[in-house]
């Protein structure tokens, strides 16, 4: 993809990567991507934990296969509880938070109600060297304000019993999504940002939008998403370069 | 009004609220609690109520008596939870009043499991409950369409003072895709609701609602009535949408909700290839459009009217109905909550044309005789 060099891409110092957001913030796609992502560029091991016990469908779960190819292990409920809606955290997960190896992506449901299970893990978590990241579009009914996401965000740490570390901008609205769309979007998330006072880690964007528009007028680093838990009628776009 | 991103079963829940429909009664269920999630949340910003009762049964029924009152009534449920409600609907459809059912379908019979289906079309669309009774049932495809649909069913409960049910596949509870609202949503005119409704009686005669008449020619009369109403449904409500149909085509599909949309993939690879093949959509499934369907089901050059569905085949007998043996029906289905693929469907059309034209150069007097 030619597109790829003219952005930042987006950087870790910490191990363990927590996605959290509002309900149908994009948390799953872009834990996703970022684990494709880092399998791609790092030597290191990438681990993804499916951690969604709020929704029945278009879960991380379903891209475990694509993962595997990459190289990227996947935590999930085995044999028929893959398809279950049931709060149900596999012993491993408790044992990859304790000891990472390489990076490990946490894909947690939405809203508090999904950050719930954060709690029952807590005490597995080290002091310090994780990320909570906020997944945030602009465009969902509850985070389209500045008062409704900052709500979303404290119920999350609420329930969660964890600090934000950073934001992640994710504004789109599926195949409608414009420049203008992200443009605006990231703009709400910076307001977002000043007023939690939280840095925007990255902004993600599909990359037939991203290669539409100027880098110089986003001022973060960026991962270019390529969609992958997909309607039953759409067709994977072609990746290009891998 | 801006796009925004929604859940099928958030913009539904919204356009309820858009509708007037402030009354909302329910017991969770995947998958669409997100109804119950939503409006939980938005009920009390628009000073309307919001009750989760203890049961499906319960809700049938809270459902019943809301709706005596005139006031506009929702609920919402998945497979198992509509079966619950099926009595209280019945007695509702019994009693003509109107209130709003949406049945975000999900893998049958029994609890079967919480992916998508569209297996309960035989439970909507041919009575649920006992009785000579129907509903009027809206199929969506998309999220907008669920969206101006239960604003539509809104209005359609309130004309013919019937049950109303909205049925969509499992996706659409649990798909997310960009919608836009009404900006000034207006209903056409209905008919006062104060000649039956339930207001109290204070200076006027009490008014009673009810299914029961053990008179058996007074009950027959209310039978003749419900009939009558669905006559005019027939008349006035059918709607469907048809995509790439043409001269050209070799095949029909016929396929609703979602799994219409499959189908559109499919068309759409298949015209690239060269072959031509139509989609019929029923957007209401009762009444069913059979008259419409009839007419581009016979086209000339159409072979073989193929239906797709998230079941073992129950729409088709609608189809089939609706053609009268004047084209050969095929079905093909996945069920359990596990949705075709387009590589799946185009399989088959391909499979369906092949045999097609080996009959027609290898038995061509069996077909003449079949035909006959």
């Known amino acids: 993809m030619s597109g790829k060099t003219r952005f930042t891409p987006p950087q870790f110092s910490n191990k363990i990567l927590i996605i959290v957001g509002g309900f149908g913030s994009g948390k799953s796609e872009v834990s996703v991507n970022l684990a494709a992502y880092l399998a791609r560029t790092s030597s290191e091991a990438v681990t993804i934990a499916d951690l969604d016990v709020i929704n029945p469908y278009f879960r991380s779960r379903e891209a475990a296969s694509q993962l595997a190819s990459l190289g990227v292990k996947s935590l999930i409920p085995g044999g028929e509880n893959v398809h279950a809606d049931l709060p149900i955290v596999i012993p491993e997960v408790k044992g990859a938070i304790e000891e990472p190896g390489g990076t490990l992506i946490l894909d947690v449901g939405g809203d508090d109600l999904g950050a719930r299970v954060l709690s029952s893990l807590r005490d597995a978590f080290p002091a310090t060297g994780y990320d909570l990241l906020l997944t945030h579009n602009a465009n969902r009914p509850f985070t389209s304000d500045l008062e409704g996401t900052l709500k979303v965000m404290s119920e999350i740490e609420g329930a969660s019993r964890m600090k934000f570390t950073g934001i992640i901008c994710n504004t789109h609205l599926m195949k409608d999504t414009t420049s203008e769309v992200v443009l605006t979007g990231l703009k709400q998330s910076r307001e977002v940002s000043a007023t939690a006072n939280v840095p925007i880690v990255f902004l993600s964007a599909v990359t037939e939008v991203l290669e539409t528009m100027d880098p110089e007028l986003i001022d973060c680093p960026i991962l270019p998403l390529n969609r992958s838990l997909l309607k039953p009628w759409e067709r994977q776009a072609p990746t290009g370069g891998n | ?372």
């Not at chain 2, 005669?205 to 020619?217: A, E, H």
């Not at chain 2, 729409?315 to 596990?338: C, K």
């Open chain 2, 1 to 372: 009004m801006a796009k925004v991103l929604m859940k099928g079963n958030e913009a539904i829940a919204e356009a309820a609220i858009r509708a007037g429909a402030n009354n909302y009664f329910c017991y969770p269920i995947t998958p669409q609690t997100e109804v119950a999630e939503y409006l939980a949340k938005r009920m009390p910003e628009v000073g309307g109520v919001f009750l989760q009762a203890e049961s499906e049964v319960a809700v049938g029924n809270i459902v019943f008596g809301a709706a005596s009152t005139g006031k506009r009534v929702f609920t919402t449920s998945s497979s198992p939870g509509i079966s619950l409600m099926q009595e209280a609907i019945s007695y509702m459809a019994g009693a003509q009043l109107p209130c709003v059912i949406l049945n975000i379908m999900r893998g049958g019979p029994g609890l079967g499991g919480i992916l998508p289906a569209q297996s309960d079309y035989f439970q909507a669309t041919k009575g649920g409950g006992h009785g000579d009774y129907r509903l009027l049932v809206l199929a969506p495809s998309t999220i907008q369409e669920a969206v101006d649909l239960t604003m539509l069913a809104c209005h359609l409960a309130d004309k013919y003072r019937n049950p109303v049910m909205i049925i969509g596949d499992g996706m659409i509870g649990q798909m997310m895709e960009p919608v836009e609202f009404p900006e000034n949503y207006t209903e056409p005119e209905l008919p006062t609701k104060d000649t039956w409704a339930a207001t109290g009686a204070k200076g006027r005669k009490p008014r009673v609602i009810k299914s029961l008449f053990l008179d058996p020619y007074k009950l027959e009369d209310n039978s003749v009535v419900l009939y009558n109403k669905y006559q005019q449904m027939k008349k006035d409500e059918v709607r469907f949408e048809l995509y790439k149909t043409s001269t050209k085509n070799k095949v029909l599909i016929v396929s609703y909700g979602t799994m219409a949309r499959i189908c559109q993939t499919v068309i759409d690879e298949l015209e690239e290839e060269g072959v031509s093949v139509g989609l019929f959509r029923p957007i209401t499934v009762y009444p069913f459009p059979e008259a419409a369907l009839e007419k581009e089901a016979t086209r000339k050059n159409i072979d073989t009217v193929l239906t797709v569905e998230m079941s073992m085949g129950q729409m088709v007998e609608d189809v089939e109905r609706a053609i009268a043996r004047r084209r050969p029906v095929e079905f093909f289905g996945r069920t359990g909550g596990i949705v075709p693929t387009p590589d799946e469907v185009k399989k088959q059309i391909k499979e369906l044309i092949k045999k097609k034209h080996g009959a027609k150069t290898r038995q061509s007097t069996t077909k003449s005789k079949k035909k006959g």
